[in-house]
């Protein structure tokens, strides 16, 4: 059973910048397509950013395209999301998503139980 503990999130200001952590048990991190969701309040979790079982060609939502980093370890079979310039739009609760398929970006089987990031101005 895939199991994911996201970390590291935070208050931070306007400008900021933030890494969250997933880390990943049950699986070796390269049997696994894992991504980033977010859910700012009263709105639907979507994803921001995806990486594939190979780490190569990252994917992101355009609101966070040139401010976030999604990087794998597989040395400590986690996923980071770094988060540049951070906007107050950002503010949500962030999730760590994974499934063990390749290429399939609509299906996800695992799920962390969030962390919260507020960006204050």
């Known amino acids: 059973q895939v199991q994911l503990v996201e970390s590291g999130g935070g208050l931070v200001q306007a400008g900021d910048s933030l890494r969250v952590s997933c880390a990943v048990s049950g699986r070796t991190l390269n049997s696994l397509t894992v991504a980033w969701f977010r859910q700012a309040p009263g709105k639907e979790r979507v994803r921001v950013a995806v990486?594939?079982?190979?780490?190569?060609?990252?994917s992101y939502a355009g609101s966070v395209k040139g401010r976030f980093t999604i990087s794998r370890d597989s040395t400590k079979n986690a996923v980071y999301l770094q988060m540049d310039d951070l906007e107050l739009e950002d503010t949500a609760v962030y999730y760590c998503?994974?499934?063990?398929?390749?290429?399939?970006?609509?299906?996800?089987?695992?799920w962390g139980q969030g962390t919260q990031v507020t960006v204050s101005s």
């Open positions: 990486t594939s079982r190979s780490g190569g060609d990252p």
């Open positions: 998503a994974a499934n063990t398929f390749k290429h399939v970006f609509s299906q996800w089987d695992y």
